[in-house]
């Protein structure tokens, strides 16, 4: 399972287009590949595949109209025109390195679409012939290794995906490949190996706000609080951190013993993104009940305890605010849930014979 999630969030990978501004009216009928391309950089896909197909229209012969257009479709799940479109790029352009990159990519979309994971492993192997058919035509293509390496990944095969992105890095030097190496090292459990690559990869992209989440949460695994502190909060100088970039930081804050700091970084976390972090919301409860405002750590802990039921952590924090507030009734109700759910849970049962 790790290999897939791993796999899943690498995907995307690949060329992405400039964000430059839209070109004047008239510079969108004489060129809607070159629209198209901006608007699915800015994640606008629909109106891109519209752009795309016009483009296609106009020039039928086109490849890099085609290689959009089979970009975009693997963006909105149209997996079947995707994949069909890719083979008849590739047979109409076979020097085209970019039609062997997207016909892989839709066999992979296929074995991440598929339920059967052991089944569908077929369209791995799909996607491999296919790369090695490209290596044919270009062995000094960089992408093609990066892409071959995600291909392992998914497959489970760590040797292979590490040769293969070490060959991509030998060839170019890149931000995706290392951050790539860096995951993959993350799953093989050789830390201070992705802290590396991380680490390289945020010098030549320092402005890439995800690779820096990604590169802190590693270093709290490594118990380098301070150091994941910096690293985010450098990063909200150049853009304001999201979600899961103020959910790390508060985390971090937490391990240095910064608990306002913690609490500030974890609510801006719980307002950006409500339903996202559970965590966060009981991470909240314990610092509010540290603080002494048992109010703000019942509210937390409630819609912890909302998202995740079952959890006895959260059921436990939610007893012992509702202690603190004097509601009794209340936190033996919780407690009790949280015995439940964790039989023979000491602490529980200690907060039960008080009440």
Same mark, same amino acid.
């Given at each position: ?39 699915? &950089? @800015?994640? *606008?896909?629909?109106? /891109? =595949? $519209?752009?795309?197909?016009?483009? +296609?229209?106009?020039? %039928?012969? !086109?490849? #890099? ?121 993350? &799953? @093989?459990? *050789?830390?201070?190996? /992705? =802290? $590396?690559?991380?680490?390289?990869? +945020?010098?030549?992209? %320092?402005? !890439?706000? #995800? ?129 439940? =759910? ?14």
């Amino acid at each position: 399972m790790r290999w897939l999630i791993l796999a899943f969030g690498l995907s995307a990978l690949g060329a992405l287009a400039q964000q430059t501004p839209p070109p004047p009216p008239q510079t969108v009928q004489q060129d809607p590949l070159r629209l198209g391309v901006q608007l699915y &950089a @800015l994640g *606008r896909y629909e109106t /891109a =595949l $519209e752009l795309f197909e016009r483009a +296609l229209k106009e020039k %039928p012969g !086109d490849p #890099d109209a085609q290689y959009w257009l089979v970009r975009t479709q693997l963006k909105l799940g149209l997996l079947n025109p995707a994949l069909e479109n890719a083979k008849t790029l590739v047979a109409r352009n076979p020097r085209y390195m970019g039609g062997y990159m997207v016909l892989s990519e839709a066999y992979m979309a296929f074995y991440r679409a598929a339920e059967d994971k052991e089944r569908a492993k077929g369209y791995l192997d799909q996607a491999l012939s296919v790369l090695k058919d490209a290596e044919k035509i270009n062995p000094k293509y960089a992408s093609l290794y990066l892409q071959r390496g995600l291909v392992y990944i998914l497959l489970g095969q760590g040797p292979q995906a590490e040769e293969s992105l070490k060959k991509a890095l030998a060839l170019e030097d890149t931000p995706e490949v290392r951050k790539t190496l860096a995951e993959l090292y993350l &799953a @093989l459990g *050789r830390l201070d190996e /992705a =802290l $590396e690559q991380y680490a390289k990869a +945020l010098e030549q992209n %320092p402005k !890439d706000s #995800d690779l820096r989440v990604r590169y802190a949460s590693a270093l709290l695994l490594k118990n380098q609080a301070a150091e994941a502190v910096r690293v985010l909060e450098e990063g909200h100088r150049l853009k304001p951190l999201d979600a899961e970039g103020w959910y790390t930081l508060g985390r971090a804050y937490l391990l240095l013993g910064r608990k306002k700091e913690a609490g500030v970084a974890l609510e801006n976390a719980v307002a950006l993104a409500p339903l996202r972090f559970p965590t966060a919301y009981a991470y909240l409860g314990q610092i509010y009940l540290e603080l002494g405002d048992a109010q703000k750590a019942r509210s937390r802990y409630t819609v912890a305890v909302r998202l995740e039921p079952k959890n006895p952590e959260y059921r436990l924090g939610l007893c012992l605010a509702s202690e603190k507030l004097g509601d009794k009734a209340g936190a033996r109700y919780q407690c009790q849930e949280a015995l439940k =759910l964790k039989p023979g849970y000491k602490e529980a049962e200690e907060v039960l014979k008080r009440l």
